[in-house]
Nanobody, 128 residues
Framework: QVQLVESGGGLVQAGGSLRLSCAAS????????MAWFRQAPGKEREFVAA????????HYTDSVKGRFTISRDNAKNAVYLQMNNLKPEDTAVFYC?????????????????????WGQGTQVTVSS
């Protein structure tokens, strides 16, 4: 079992920045694909960004490209999401996820059911 704990959420004005962190513990594997998803009220959980085990490959949903950056520090068992130029439509609970079955990004990396472990989420609210 892997435990994922997110932090760094909060309330920010449009145009502002936040940096989310995800700390992994338990039976962690540094060779897992890691990702961030988000879920807005009344909507399904959606993919935001993913990163390969080495950090060499990343993938983003179109709406956050150029604004968000995913990164990882395997020595610290941590994954980060730097969010700049935040918009009200970014308001959601952000979740960290790990796919212990894969090390490289692939066609399934954007799917919720591709991930084996999830954090509890951290709220991000962007005011206009």
């Amino acid at each position: 079992q892997v435990q994922l704990v997110e932090s760094g959420g909060g309330l920010v004005q449009a145009g502002g920045s936040l940096r989310l962190s995800c700390a992994a513990s338990g039976r962690t594997r540094s060779d897992s694909v890691m990702a961030w998803f988000r879920q807005a009220p009344g909507k399904e959980r959606e993919f935001v960004a993913a990163i390969s085990w080495s950090g060499a490959s990343t993938h983003y949903t179109d709406s956050v490209k150029g604004r968000f950056t995913i990164s990882r520090d395997n020595a610290k068992n941590a994954v980060y999401l730097q969010m700049n130029n935040l918009k009200p439509e970014d308001t959601a609970v952000f979740y960290c996820a790990a796919d212990r079955r894969r090390s490289l990004l692939g066609s399934r990396s954007t799917y919720v059911d591709a991930y084996t472990d999830w954090g509890q989420g951290t709220q991000v609210t962007v005011s206009s």
